[in-house]
């Protein structure tokens, strides 16, 4: 069964720092498009970044610059480092994971059938 478990959120001010993790399982076998998206009350969940089985990445504008995604394929660990964080970034933030299908439309949630729990992340100005 696969279990995705996000950590790492937390409360920062403008312009600072967070690594955000998620813990993947029952993963392994098969190949997977891996990704990260915030949601914030009242709107869509958007997606942020993503990570194919390939090592190829793609960014959200808002992001690109900022946030680095990266997989850890022996510790099984999906990562999201954000740097230069604004109130704008504030969110819950979900790692997602879904069967390899491409190298098109990674931001979509559509995409994406497995979901973690989320992580809160609070950026005060």
């Known amino acids: 069964q696969v279990q995705l478990v996000e950590s790492g959120g937390g409360s920062v001010q403008t312009g600072g720092s967070l690594a955000l993790s998620c813990a993947l399982s029952?993963?392994?076998?098969?190949?997977?498009?891996l990704a990260w998206f915030r949601q914030v009350p009242g709107q869509e969940r958007e997606g942020l970044a993503s990570i194919t089985p390939y090592g190829n990445t793609d960014y959200a504008d808002a992001v690109k610059g900022r946030f680095t995604i990266s997989h850890d394929k022996a510790d099984s660990i999906l990562y999201l480092q954000m740097n230069g964080l604004e109130p704008e970034d504030t969110g819950i933030y979900y790692c997602?994971?879904?069967?390899?299908?491409?190298?098109?439309?990674?931001?979509?949630?559509?995409?994406?059938?497995?979901w973690g729990r989320g992580t809160q992340v609070i950026v005060s100005s």
């Open positions: 997602a994971a879904g069967p390899w299908s491409g190298y098109y439309n990674t931001l979509s949630r559509g995409r994406y059938a497995l």
């Open positions: 029952g993963v392994s076998g098969r190949l997977y498009t």
